[in-house]
């Protein structure tokens, strides 16, 4: 699960077999018919076959004939849904202080998580107040929590007990209210969307000033550094690039058994 701000660019890199973060059948057809309809000005019917025709070759044991309603339902719904784009999201010096003075680790990357979430869905939706929709299982895999899911309330409760959450009038639980939210000074953290892929990372890197973490070289996402050997790479890209290295290994290989046998 990642923070999305560029829909379009992610549901491309997802079409274009870029994008390994969608794991859902259903996700993953909504991102899709979306991007033929809005990016390829598909038709209704070519939409439908083609979505059909890329879950086929892209999802593992694809049955069309449990799944077709859904994909009508889902070309239907991509009318009323046009990609959102949001140039990054800034964080403040100020949001960044209260934050750290939580002084639990799990308790502030969840915070910081939980406002560029409330950042991003007012920029999508509107929201003025800091109230962000949240799901408690996507919000500790972006803050990179790993704790049995009784606890993951407890942590949150900590927070709220500090101040800077609440809950809204009406009491949803899957809403909060981040209120924080600094509208009046400068920026320290402007946030792209790369960077919305390791949202606990970014929180991390700033907390350290920049020690212990890195760039990917290959697609610029930031990565925990190795304490024993320099890490070029993240987990993503590095099994594409070690597999490249060895191709091209081999084919060296190849070519100077060829020569020699010459």
């Known amino acids: 699960m990642v923070l999305i701000l560029d829909e379009e660019k992610f549901a491309k890199d997802l079409y274009d077999g870029r994008n390994h973060e969608v794991k859902s059948i259903l996700q993953k057809t909504g991102y899709v018919s979306r991007y033929l309809l809005h990016s390829l000005h598909k038709s209704d019917d070519d939409t439908y076959k083609e979505t059909i025709e890329w879950l086929r070759n892209n999802h593992t044991n694809f049955d069309e004939s449990y799944y077709s309603n859904f994909i009508s339902d889902a070309v239907k719904i991509a009318h009323k849904r ?12 100020l949001e960044l202080d209260i934050i750290s003075s939580l ?11 939980l406002l560029c979430m409330a950042k991003q869905q007012r920029d999508i939706y509107g929201f003025t107040n800091g109230l962000v929709r949240y799901s408690i ?3 500790c895999k972006m803050a990179r929590i790993s704790v049995p899911s009784e ?20 009491n949803d ?11 009046k000074n400068d920026a320290v953290l402007q946030i792209n969307d790369i960077d919305c892929m390791e949202l606990a990372y970014v929180y991390l890197n700033w907390k350290n ?27 993503l890209c590095a099994p594409t690039v070690i597999s490249e290295q060895k191709r091209v290994w ?5 070519k100077n058994l060829t020569r020699q046998n010459e």
């Open 82 to 93: 046009p990609f959102y784009n949001i140039d990054n999201i800034k964080i403040t010096q």
């Open 103 to 113: 002084n639990n680790l799990r308790a502030e990357k969840i915070l910081f998580v």
């Open 137 to 139: 299982t996507d919000l």
């Open 151 to 170: 606890d993951r309330e407890y942590i949150l409760h900590y927070i709220i007990q500090h101040g800077v959450l609440g809950y809204p009038l009406k």
């Open 173 to 183: 639980t899957k809403c909060l209210i981040v209120k924080f939210i600094d509208n």
């Open 209 to 235: 000033n920049g020690q212990g973490f890195t760039r990917c070289q290959k697609c610029n996402r930031l990565c925990k550094q190795s304490k024993t050997r320099p890490r070029k790479y993240c987990e």
């Open 250 to 254: 081999a084919e060296k290989s190849r």
